[in-house]
């Protein structure tokens, strides 16, 4: 297992979170895990864990199971968003497998304890697994229906006391329409909270951004398709959009 590194100067950053959709890990698939593209993404944290950054992370659970599907078919929603809940703890632990056998120290944290499986989620505790340089890879969500990743990321971003929240997407920043389907879409190198809010950019949904606001964490969102990309955001290198006060 590798050794805390030294902190670098060369990041702005000592303790982030990214937040990644359960979608980015199925890659081509229509659903599930892709592992070469878990592996992918496990060393691109790898990466940055490198560089002496204590690193959280928040994986969805959109490639498994989504509440509002279920619920769109006639299961209850609070029953289908604890499936929900649970599709994620599977990506985190598919995320630690893929980080271990890069020989990075991580921590699973679940919002719903299962003792088995994984670590409960107590504060203190996942603090310092952080300044041991282990990776926390936060799961189950906020352990509460009617929520989102999104949400449960900018939560363990500022409890953390991250300095920023780092949304691997599948474009290089925020559009002001979808910049797959309009050619003439434009991508803001700079937002405010409150302008990505109000015009409902699906940044992240909207709890999750006031909550980002209330505690002045800045979001920036990237590609993850960007090989090597996340070291180059950390550095402020390359192209995202920075949401900030
Ligand atoms: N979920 C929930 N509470 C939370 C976080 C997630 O109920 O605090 C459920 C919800 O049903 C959601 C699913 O877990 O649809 C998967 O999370 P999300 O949709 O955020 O995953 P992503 O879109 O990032 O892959």
């Not at 060369?10 to 895990?33: C, F, N, T, W």
């Not at 199971?65 to 929603?77: K, V």
């Amino acid at each position: 297992m590798s050794d805390a590194p030294n902190p670098s100067s060369q990041v702005k950053y000592k303790r982030v979170l990214l937040k990644i959709s359960g979608e980015a890990l199925m890659g081509d698939q229509g659903y599930g895990l892709h592992p070469p593209t878990v592996a992918r993404i496990a060393a691109e944290v790898k990466a940055v864990h490198d560089l002496g950054v204590e690193i959280c992370m928040v994986i969805g659970g959109g490639n498994i199971f989504r509440g509002l599907q279920g619920s769109a078919q006639g299961m209850e929603r609070t029953t289908a968003d604890y499936m929900g809940m649970l599709a994620t703890v599977m990506n985190a632990l598919a995320m630690q497998a893929a980080l271990e056998a890069l020989r990075i120290h991580t921590r699973v944290i679940s919002a719903i304890p299962m003792d088995q499986v994984c670590e409960p989620y107590i504060r203190r505790r996942a603090v310092r697994h952080l300044e041991k340089m282990r990776v926390c890879i936060f799961a189950a969500g906020t352990g509460n229906p009617f929520f989102t990743t999104d949400t449960a990321g900018a939560l363990r971003a500022v409890e953390m006391g991250c300095e920023a929240i780092f949304k691997g997407t599948k474009v290089d920043g925020i559009y002001d329409k979808d910049p797959k389907k309009f050619d003439d879409a434009k991508r803001y190198d700079t937002i405010t909270y409150d302008e990505a809010l109000i015009k409902n950019l699906k940044v992240m949904d909207a709890s999750a951004l006031a909550l980002a606001r209330d505690n002045d964490l800045p979001i920036i969102v990237f590609s993850l398709d960007e090989p090597g990309g996340l070291v180059g955001i950390l550095r402020g290198e390359g192209r995202f959009t920075l949401v900030h006060g």
